[in-house]
Every structure is written in structure tokens, then in C-alpha cells.
């Protein structure tokens, strides 16, 4: 079981907007930065958004992040059929002093 | 061009051990602090070790404290991790990631190496 809480799946037809929940506590969301990782079949993992809304340099800007409270959102606008991945947020536990992970959620493009 | 690649995966017995080995290239190794997350077969991810830049401060996850040892070597350009009293549940992927200091901040992965342990 996952310190951060992800539902298992998701899914959206070509060009909607879908969000992607992620929920933590008060000793890894609530008081540090969110990360969220996209995984591509048979791909390692690579940062989609750091520091809670900040996307790396090449990723579209399609994907957004934001954080409220012990709870973070990355939302997809315009869903492509290449967007079909595991999602994954992340954060610094400062109980655990270590890095967790939500489960992870499955993206389907309908 | 920037990349990780990790190697040293492969078949072990319960209880054996095995060291992996990160090397990184296209830029500077010394400045960044490093992690190991794996990835069971069809399971999510899971952080496991951190160590800074100049190898000061290192964390371990309970699953693997007291079982595996990350070190480095700046002028190798080399991430390791040394595992012993290796499990089942330790079968996975095994990547290296690099972060800026910031922890979590995983902005570069390798391509992983697979660790099997069974008997």
C-alpha cells in the first residue's frame, strides 16, 4: 500500500481535458514539493512536473500540476493518444525521511 | 549526450549479493546527488537510497536499511549500490536518477538493469 494515494486509472477520448488526483498527509504533500513522472510502456520513468507546477524544458504544455493543502492534481488538456502511460506523483516524507510514491495511475486514450 | 546507464543486474540465489553500478555522462556527475529507485515486475515505483553530492548524507528506505550500501565516485562518473541478504521481494528494475538536491527532483533516469533473485 502507497504512502501517496493515486487512483488505479483513468481515461479520456482524444482532445478532452482529464485530472489525475494524488493524496498524501501533512508530513509529505502538506509540507513539500510534488513530483509527478509519466512512464511510457516499456520506458523508464521521466519527470513531467516539479516543484508542485513547474514542467521541465520540452514538456508540453498540455500537463499541469498543482498542490492544495495534502492533495496535488496533474491535469492533461487536449489528450493525445501518445499520452496513454502510468502517472506518477511523488514527494519528500519528512516522517519516513525518504522519497514516496503514489501507486501510480493508468492512463487509457479512448 | 546526458545519460545514465546502469548495469550489474542478473540472476541471484536468496541471500546472495550483487552490485549495480550507475555511470553517468554528458555532464557533471560531482554536482548532482543521486538515488536508486526499482520497480517491481507490473508494481509502481519505489525510492530506496539518496546520497548527496560529496557522499555527506545518505537515506535508505526500510526495506532496504541495513541490506544495501549506496556510495559513489566522483571521478569515476559512477553511482554503486551494493546489495546483500538479497530476497525475493527484491526482484525489479533497478534505475539510477539523478537529482538536483531538491529531494524527489528526478530529472534524469537511466534505462534501468534487471535484478531476479531466486532460487
Known amino acids: 500500500q502507497s504512502v501517496l494515494t493515486q487512483p488505479p486509472s483513468a481515461s479520456g477520448t482524444p482532445g478532452q481535458r482529464v485530472t489525475i488526483s494524488c493524496s498524501g498527509s501533512?508530513?509529505?504533500?502538506?509540507?513539500?514539493?510534488v513530483y509527478w513522472f509519466q512512464q511510457l510502456p516499456g520506458t523508464a520513468p521521466k519527470l513531467l512536473i516539479y516543484?508542485?507546477?513547474q514542467r521541465p524544458s520540452g514538456v508540453p504544455d498540455r500537463f499541469s500540476g498543482s498542490k492544495s493543502g495534502t492533495s496535488a492534481s496533474l491535469a492533461i488538456s487536449g489528450l493525445r493518444s501518445e499520452d496513454e502511460a502510468d502517472y506518477y506523483c511523488?514527494?519528500?516524507?519528512?516522517?519516513?525521511?525518504?522519497?514516496?510514491f503514489g501507486g501510480g495511475t493508468k492512463l487509457t486514450v479512448l | 549526450e546526458v545519460q545514465l546507464v546502469e548495469s550489474g543486474g542478473g540472476l541471484v540465489q536468496p541471500g546472495g549479493s550483487l552490485r549495480l553500478s550507475c555511470v553517468a555522462s554528458?555532464?557533471?556527475?560531482?554536482?548532482?546527488?543521486m538515488n536508486w529507485v526499482r520497480q517491481a515486475p507490473g508494481k509502481g515505483l519505489e525510492w530506496f537510497s539518496y546520497i548527496s553530492s560529496s557522499s555527506g548524507t545518505m537515506y535508505y528506505a526500510d526495506s532496504v536499511k541495513g541490506r544495501f550500501t549506496i556510495s559513489r565516485d566522483n571521478a569515476k562518473n559512477s553511482l554503486y549500490l551494493q546489495m546483500n541478504s538479497l530476497r525475493d521481494e527484491d526482484t525489479a528494475v533497478y534505475y539510477c536518477?539523478?537529482?538536483?538536491?531538491?529531494?524527489?527532483?528526478?530529472?534524469?533516469w537511466g534505462r534501468g538493469t534487471l535484478v531476479t533473485v531466486s532460487s
Open positions: 554528458g555532464f557533471s556527475f560531482s554536482m548532482y546527488s
Open positions: 511523488a514527494a519528500w516524507d519528512d516522517r519516513l525521511s525518504g522519497v514516496v
Open positions: 516543484r508542485n507546477n
Open positions: 501533512s508530513s509529505n504533500i502538506g509540507s513539500n514539493y
Open positions: 536518477a539523478r537529482s538536483d538536491g531538491t529531494l524527489g527532483n528526478f530529472d534524469l
